[in-house]
Nanobody, 128 residues
């Protein structure tokens, strides 16, 4: 089992940047494919970005491509979401998620149902 703790959210003006971090407990972080999701008020949770166990493959929802970058440091048990050129429509609670083994080292996952573990979320607010 793994526990996830997000940090790095906050209030930023449109065009600004934030970097979210998600620290995972346990010694098998490299066994987990990771993802970021977000949920805006009154909306369903949506996929944002995913990264494979090895970090070799990543995938993004179209609305954040070219602006957001997901990465991971398996030595630090941490996954990151670098968010640049933020827009008011990026305002949401951001969650990181982990999918346990087994999974191919190069696979990533985009559906919430494919993830077993979730963090508590961190609020990102982008003002216009």
């Amino acid at each position: 089992q793994v526990q996830l703790v997000e940090s790095g959210g906050g209030l930023v003006q449109a065009g600004g940047s934030l970097r979210l971090s998600c620290a995972a407990s346990g010694r098998t972080f490299s066994s987990y494919a990771m993802g970021w999701f977000r949920q805006a008020p009154g909306k369903e949770r949506e996929f944002v970005a995913a990264i494979s166990r090895s970090g070799s493959n990543t995938y993004y929802v179209d609305s954040v491509k070219g602006r957001f970058t997901i990465s991971r440091d398996n030595a630090k048990n941490t996954v990151y979401l670098q968010m640049n050129s933020l827009k008011p429509e990026d305002t949401a609670v951001y969650y990181c998620a982990a999918r346990g083994p087994p999974s191919p080292s190069s696979s990533y996952y985009t559906a919430a149902r494919e993830y077993e573990y979730w963090g508590q979320g961190t609020q990102v607010t982008v003002s216009s």
